[in-house]
């Protein structure tokens, strides 16, 4: 069972939520699809690590066969092909499509490798942890979310998938195979703006999702009437707490460093794991 964790933006409490429910249900996967900023390993501290390079496919030129035809340049709409004397390839800003070397006549394109990344496998108590990690300018993370995503722990009963923030098409890649996805959101008009726009992207999706309320304080919660009026189920609320503020800033567990941390994401998690066999009796 995979569960998507979200946010419209970064610092919303995905990262929490998500590492929390991973560390309270034991054998579990936890899987780092914020491949431009991954930080649960900072949590989670993981031993054993071992490191697999990513590659994907870019244009090498024969410079041979080129004639200087510039179809490539002219179908290239990320302008990585340019034609000045010879024909020029910039990988920095490639997306791997593969159609410049269909589109060739003379066949003088061919494939090399690039490496883009790595994918991190380590363990943590019981916590499988994967960490998918994007070099620095690269133009897409999505390569590296498929094969972290591939390459899950198979083993658990449930695996947690922390999300990239925004809506994006990585964060698309890393829900498109989730079975239940839920939302983090802060209890703001700003919140709310963000709290739809990963909303409507799940919607897309048709994915069954819950909202977990986080930084909650006492008085009005646009993010909670916005579920109301939606009729979105709100599986959690977090208070807004200092205590819990100052572990998450020293990278430690919430759920492993006090009791009372535990039960408040133990209790999360059964909420949540009960809202996921409840969908899957109702659309197996």
Same mark, same amino acid.
């Given at each position: 069972?995979?569960?998507?964790?979200?946010?419209?933006?970064?610092?919303?409490?995905?990262?929490?939520?998500?590492?929390?429910?991973?560390?309270?249900?034991?054998?579990?996967?936890?899987?780092?699809?914020?491949?431009?900023?991954?930080?649960?390993?900072?949590?989670?501290?993981?031993?054993? &690590?071992?490191?697999? #390079?990513?590659?994907? %496919?870019?244009?090498?030129? *024969?410079? !041979? =066969?080129?004639?200087?035809?510039?179809?490539?340049?002219?179908?290239?709409?990320?302008?990585?092909?340019?034609?000045?004397?010879?024909?020029?390839?910039?990988?920095?800003?490639?997306?791997?499509?593969?159609?410049?070397?269909?589109?060739?006549?003379?066949?003088?394109?061919?494939?090399?490798?690039?490496?883009?990344?790595?994918?991190?496998?380590?363990?943590?108590?019981?916590?499988?942890?994967?960490?998918?990690?994007?070099?620095?300018?690269?133009?897409?993370? &999505?390569?590296?979310? #498929?094969?972290?995503? %591939?390459?899950?722990?198979? *083993?658990? !009963? =449930?695996?947690?998938?922390?999300?990239?923030?925004?809506?994006?098409?990585?964060?698309?890649?890393?829900?498109?195979?989730?079975?239940?996805?839920?939302?983090?959101?802060?209890?703001?008009?700003?919140?709310?703006?963000?709290?739809?726009?990963?909303?409507?992207?799940?919607?897309?999706?048709?994915?069954?999702?819950?909202?977990?309320?986080?930084?909650?304080?006492?008085?009005?919660?646009?993010?909670?009437?916005?579920?109301?009026?939606?009729?979105?189920?709100?599986?959690?609320?977090?208070?807004?707490?200092?205590?819990?503020?100052?572990?998450?800033?020293?990278?430690?567990?919430?759920?492993?460093?006090?009791?009372?941390?535990?039960?408040?994401?133990?209790?999360?998690?059964?909420?949540?794991?009960?809202?996921?066999?409840?969908?899957?009796?109702?659309?197996?």
């Amino acid at each position: 069972m995979r569960i998507a964790v979200l946010s419209g933006k970064g610092g919303t409490g995905k990262t929490l939520v998500a590492v929390n429910l991973a560390a309270v249900a034991e054998e579990a996967g936890y899987i780092d699809c914020d491949v431009e900023e991954p930080n649960g390993y900072l949590f989670f501290k993981p031993e054993h &690590v071992r490191t697999e #390079k990513v590659c994907i %496919k870019i244009p090498l030129v *024969d410079e !041979k =066969l080129c004639n200087g035809c510039r179809k490539c340049v002219d179908f290239c709409k990320f302008n990585a092909l340019a034609y000045i004397k010879k024909l020029m390839v910039f990988d920095e800003v490639c997306h791997s499509c593969g159609g410049c070397m269909l589109l060739c006549p003379t066949k003088a394109l061919k494939e090399k490798d690039k490496i883009i990344g790595e994918v991190q496998r380590g363990i943590s108590d019981k916590v499988a942890v994967i960490t998918g990690i994007l070099n620095t300018g690269e133009a897409s993370g &999505v390569p590296i979310i #498929k094969k972290l995503l %591939k390459s899950g722990d198979e *083993d658990a !009963k =449930l695996t947690f998938i922390d999300c990239p923030p925004g809506s994006a098409c990585i964060v698309m890649e890393s829900i498109k195979d989730a079975d239940y996805c839920i939302l983090v959101a802060e209890p703001t008009l700003f919140g709310v703006h963000n709290l739809n726009m990963v909303y409507e992207l799940v919607k897309l999706f048709k994915k069954p999702l819950g909202v977990v309320l986080n930084k909650c304080l006492e008085g009005e919660n646009p993010a909670e009437e916005f579920c109301r009026e939606k009729g979105i189920k709100i599986l959690g609320r977090i208070s807004f707490d200092k205590g819990l503020g100052m572990v998450n800033a020293n990278a430690l567990i919430a759920a492993r460093e006090d009791i009372k941390y535990r039960e408040l994401f133990s209790f999360l998690l059964a909420t949540v794991t009960e809202e996921v066999r409840d969908e899957t009796v109702i659309n197996p």
